[in-house]
T-cell receptor, first 113, second 119 residues
Framework: IAGITQAPTSQILAAGRRMTLRCTQD?????MYWYRQDLGLGLRLIHY???????GKGEVPDGYSVSRANTDDFPLTLASAVPSQTSVYFC????????????FGPGTRLTVL | AQSVSQHNHHVILSEAASLELGCNYS??????LFWYVQYPGQHLQLLLK??????LVKGIKGFEAEFIKSKFSFNLRKPSVQWSDTAEYFC?????????????????FGSGTRLQVQP
């Protein structure tokens, strides 16, 4: 593989359920990001990680958590999904953090009912 | 608060027409600027970026953008659009944000402009 992979491609989830969105990159980038894309709002940063072992909160972190146990993987967890978390989720990575171009994954379309 | 404004939400053009999409940002310090494109059903891809130097930046597929610091603008242009340019275009600005660690920057995206090119 080359680039960023995300799984699942799409998911329908009942409210209250726990869900983990997976993201893996093979570019050995230091920084990784999770965004949500909503119509009319563009992309908003949920959480980020500047390097393995560290994470930080973005613009809209509530209801989400992340971990960065190694360089390649950056899973996003919804502990108890709510309908307002219905969105398209994009994972991204960059070599040197936010001063750099970010490369995006194909996205996960999540619907919470 | 820092923000990025894309004034055109939906643009419809005929093939061969010229394109200009507006982007304004509100951060007063040094910024890095990007235009990303999202073709239908695909993920975001970088069109072009400005870090420093010549304010006229050329990107892929014949796109260019001009950074005008005094106007806080980074408008995207293409002299002659094609049907294959139908996509959503996002302007993004890299600037310090209050929710980031001190000194760290984050990309702030505009709300996007949907371009529809009719054959």
């Amino acid at each position: 593989i080359a680039g960023i992979t995300q799984a699942p491609t799409s998911q329908i989830l009942a409210a209250g359920r726990r869900m983990t969105l997976r993201c893996t990159q093979d570019m050995r980038h230091n920084a990784m990001y999770w965004y949500r894309q909503d119509l009319g709002l563009g992309l908003r940063l949920i959480h980020y990680s500047n390097t393995a072992g560290t994470t930080g909160k973005g613009e809209v972190p509530d209801g989400y958590s992340v971990s960065r146990a190694n360089t390649d993987d950056f899973p996003l967890t919804l502990a108890s999904a709510v309908p307002s978390q219905t969105s398209v989720y994009f994972c991204a990575s960059s070599e040197q953090g936010a001063i750099d171009e970010q490369f995006f994954g194909p996205g996960t379309r999540l619907t919470v009912l | 608060a820092q923000s990025v404004s894309q004034h055109n939400h939906h643009v419809i053009l005929s093939e061969a027409a010229s394109l200009e999409l507006g982007c304004n940002y509100s951060y007063g310090g040094t910024v890095n600027l990007f235009w990303y494109v999202q073709y239908p059903g695909q993920h975001l891809q970088l069109l072009l970026k400005y870090f420093s130097g010549d304010p006229l930046v050329k990107g892929i597929k014949g796109f260019e953008a001009e950074f005008i610091k005094s106007k806080f603008s980074f408008n995207l242009r293409k002299p002659s659009v094609q049907w294959s340019d139908t996509a959503e275009y996002f302007c993004a600005v890299n600037a310090p944000r209050r929710y980031m660690d001190t000194g760290r920057r984050a990309l702030t995206f505009g709300s996007g402009t949907r371009l529809q090119v009719q054959p």
